[in-house]
């Protein structure tokens, strides 16, 4: 009888013993962001230890008795790698439980038309200018009059199917287009560029003209 009574009081000095075990985890950030990243250690237990890194990174948990516990990185604005990384004590210290930081990409809206810049085909278009939320564009950046235009009549079809896109995507009402349509045939866009390209045909046709009769000159001449 005494004999099982000292083995299971030796038993219970163990268990105590590795319950009250003092053990550490230590372990660095590096990476985009070291310093005050927060380390979050979770065990079986309902509560939760916090600690910071300092300015090189490092961090520790120390009194820590035997068992498996969960360590988690955390700051706003960056993600870490790994998420988070699983320890078990088993009555000594545990090291190297580090983590890889990196800086969240943040995409702007810079011209502020609802689209991010990361998609945003037409940037710095003017605020409260209708556009197309797949792009980014207005009406008038997708067909720009100064475009290069072989004359108004082709400016005007591709101005016609852009307004159409606009119409069918329930951007614009199908109202507007008289308006819009009526602006354009009015306008000198496309014709500019027609007008310079029959005057440089004509030039280059004389050119012709004179090069030729010089030609046939010095035929006979010849």
């Not at 990174?57 to 990384?85: I, K, R």
């Not at 090291?95 to 995409?107: K, M």
């Not at 997708?142 to 199917?161: D, I």
């Amino acid at each position: 009888m005494k004999k099982k009574a000292l083995l299971l009081m030796l038993f219970m000095m163990f268990i105590s013993t590795s319950a009250l075990s003092q053990n550490t985890i230590y372990g660095t950030v590096t990476g985009d962001v070291q310093e005050d990243v927060t380390i979050t250690l979770n065990s079986v237990s309902p509560s939760a230890t916090e600690t910071t890194t300092g300015s090189d990174g490092t961090y520790s948990f120390s009194e820590l008795a035997n068992g498996d516990y969960t360590v988690t990185p955390s700051l706003a604005g960056y993600s870490f790698t790994p998420a988070n990384t699983p320890v078990t004590i088993s009555g000594s210290d545990v090291t190297g439980i580090d983590f890889t930081s990196v800086a969240d990409v943040i995409d702007d809206d810079i011209d502020d038309d609802g689209v991010l810049s990361e998609d945003d085909e037409c940037e710095g278009t003017p605020a409260g200018v209708i556009i197309d939320p797949s792009n980014g564009c207005s009406i008038e950046q997708l067909v720009p009059c100064n475009g290069n235009w072989k004359n108004h009549g082709q400016y005007e079809s591709a101005f016609t199917q852009t307004v159409n896109s606009f119409i069918k995507q329930k951007l614009i009402a199908k109202e507007e287009k008289g308006a819009l349509m009526k602006e354009v045939a009015s306008s000198d866009c496309g014709k500019l560029a027609s007008e310079y390209t029959v005057v440089c045909d004509r030039a280059q046709a004389f050119a012709g003209r004179i090069l030729s009769g010089r030609h046939t000159i010095m035929l006979t001449k010849a």
